[in-house]
C-alpha cells in the first residue's frame, strides 16, 4: 500500500492534491482513501492531507503515521513541530520539500534517514498559492512510478473543472512541469508493508474522578492571554502600507481587519501588528486608496535581513 502526506498552510491546495492524486490512483485501478485535515481553518494555517492506495481492499484507517511519502508544499513548516511534517519518517521514507535549496541542504539540516528531495519554486511560485495543489500531486503520483500521465492529466482536469479552463490550463502546465522534473526518481517511492494491528500503540487511559463543576469545570481568570499566540507565523503574505499614499483613515482597515491587527499610532497612521496579522488580505481589498499591497512573505524576510 502507498501512503502519502501532503503538507501545507491554508489556501496552497492540499485538500485539492490529496483529490487529484487520489483520483490519478482510482484511474489505474487502485481502492483509494483520501482525506484533509484541519487545525484552524484559516488562510496560512498548517494543514496536511493524506492519500492512501492499494490493488486490494483498504481497511485501515485515521492519520498516516508512517508515511512513504511526504510532499511539504512550504518549506517555513519544516521547523513548525506543530506541523509534523518529519512525523514518522522511516529509512525507506521519501521526503518532498518545495524549495529554492539544493536536496543537500535539506539533507544536512535534517538528518532524516530517508532519501530527500525538493521541487524547485522561486519565491513568486510560493506566493502563487492555487497552483501549488496540482505541482505536489504531479510530483507525488511521478515518484510512485504506479501513475501514467493521462491519468495524471485526466485527474487535474477532473478535479478543477469547475473553476474554468483557463485555470485548469494553468494548473495543468504547472503538474506537467513537475511530472517531468523528477522523471529520473520514477519508482523511487516503494509500498509500505500491511500494518498489523499487534504494533498498533495502545491508548493511555487516565482515570478522573467525579468533582464538583466548581471544582472541574475550565475557568480561565487571566486577560490578554491570546496575544501570547503569535498566530502570524501561519501569514504567507505580508499587507504592506505605503504611507505616500496612505490618506490615515485606519478606521477602515482596522475595522475590516477580522483580527484587530490594525490601529492608528499617535499621529493617526494605520500600523499593522504582524505577530498577529494572519494574512488574510481584507485590508488590502478594503483600502480605499489603495496604499495597502500584498508581498509574499518569503520576500519581505529576505527585505529585512540584515546585508
Same mark, same amino acid.
Given at each position: 500500500? @502507498?501512503?502519502? /502526506?501532503?503538507?501545507? /498552510? ?39 492531507? *493524506? ?17 512513504? =511519502? ?36 535539506? &539533507?544536512?539540516?535534517?538528518? +532524516? ?17 492555487? @497552483? ?16 501514467? &500521465? ?15 479552463? #483557463? ?30 494491528? #499487534? ?21 480561565? *481568570? ?10 502570524? =507565523?501561519? &501569514?504567507?503574505?505580508?499587507? +504592506? ?8 483613515? #485606519? ?19 494605520? &500600523?499593522?501588528? *504582524? ?25 519581505? #524576510? ?6
Amino acid at each position: 500500500m @502507498f501512503r502519502i /502526506r501532503l503538507h501545507g /498552510r491554508g489556501g496552497q491546495g492540499m485538500k485539492t492534491a490529496s483529490r487529484i492524486l487520489g483520483s490519478a490512483f482510482f484511474a489505474e485501478g487502485f481502492e483509494v482513501q483520501d482525506a484533509p485535515r484541519y487545525g484552524a481553518e484559516r488562510r496560512g494555517a498548517p494543514i496536511f492531507a *493524506y492519500v492512501r492506495a492499494a490493488r486490494r481492499p483498504i481497511h485501515e484507517r485515521g492519520v498516516i503515521r508512517r508515511p512513504d =511519502l511526504v510532499v511539504v508544499a512550504d518549506e517555513t513548516l519544516v521547523p513548525v513541530a506543530a506541523a509534523g511534517v518529519l512525523a514518522g519518517l522511516g529509512e525507506a521514507s521519501v521526503l518532498l520539500i518545495a524549495s529554492g535549496e539544493a536536496p543537500g541542504v535539506w &539533507r544536512e539540516r535534517l538528518r +532524516v534517514p530517508g532519501p530527500v528531495l525538493t521541487l524547485p519554486v522561486t519565491v513568486q511560485e510560493q506566493a502563487e498559492l492555487r @497552483f501549488a495543489g496540482a505541482a505536489c500531486a504531479a510530483a507525488a503520483a511521478r515518484l510512485v512510478g504506479a501513475i501514467g &500521465r493521462p491519468a495524471l492529466e485526466g485527474a487535474v482536469r477532473a478535479e478543477l473543472a469547475e473553476l474554468g479552463e #483557463a485555470v485548469v490550463a494553468e494548473n495543468l502546465e504547472r503538474a506537467l512541469a513537475a511530472w517531468e522534473a523528477f522523471a529520473e526518481q520514477a519508482g523511487l517511492v516503494r509500498e509500505g508493508p500491511a500494518a498489523a494491528a #499487534a504494533v498498533g500503540e495502545r491508548p493511555d487511559w487516565i482515570e478522573l474522578p467525579f468533582e464538583a463543576a466548581d471544582v472541574s469545570a475550565p475557568d480561565i *481568570y487571566g486577560a490578554v492571554t491570546s496575544v501570547q499566540v503569535r498566530t502570524g =507565523l501561519w &501569514r504567507t503574505m505580508r499587507p +504592506v502600507i505605503d504611507y505616500e499614499r496612505c490618506n490615515r483613515c #485606519a478606521w477602515v482597515c482596522g475595522t475590516f481587519c477580522p483580527d484587530g491587527a490594525i490601529a492608528p499610532d499617535a499621529e493617526g497612521w494605520p &500600523r499593522i501588528d *504582524y505577530d498577529h496579522c494572519k494574512g488574510c488580505l481584507v485590508c488590502v481589498a478594503v483600502c480605499p486608496p489603495h496604499a495597502i499591497r500584498a508581498v509574499p512573505e518569503a520576500a519581505a #524576510a529576505a527585505e529585512e535581513a540584515p546585508a
